[in-house]
């Protein structure tokens, strides 16, 4: 009689652990996105490079910019300050307090809205979670040396991306 008991838990267990097997290669196969996580990132912009250095350190390294206008922002400390397109627009700088302050990475919708792609984009290679995920937009505070980074997307496509070097 001990024997039987035995035998029937050992076939319930094996069912339960073949039906868990199952389940869980078809949420590998069909629930989960695939990604590779040592797909080669493009760097759309060197950020360390350019953040926080003057027009001509940015020149040096971006080409010739075109003053776009001028930024005015009280809480910044900015009465006055240029705002300037690199990379036929593709780059723009604020510079507030003579430094690139402000900077807005555009035209990004061929690159997916996940993190590594974002931070990759700007050559920044730690992959920390945002503070922020949620309806189109990721934000990292103090990420580094910056006062915060932002994506936006779009159709789930990344859109742009804001960094503020200093100002808030």
Known sequence: M???SVRRKW???????????????FVKFYVLEEHDENATVIVELDLPQVAMRNQQ????????????????????????CPRVGYRDGKVEITYISDIADEIRLNNLSDYPFENRSILGLLNLTENIAPNIDEDGVKTWDNYQKYTQITAFSKNG???YILIKSKAE
């Open 2 to 4: 001990e024997q039987t």
């Open 11 to 25: 076939a319930n267990w094996k069912f339960i652990s073949f039906i868990v097997i199952l389940i869980a290669i």
């Open 57 to 80: 350190e940015v020149a040096a390294i971006l080409g010739k910019g075109q003053l776009l206008n001028y930024y005015t922002d009280a809480k910044a400390g900015c009465e006055k």
């Open 157 to 159: 496509h990344l859109d």
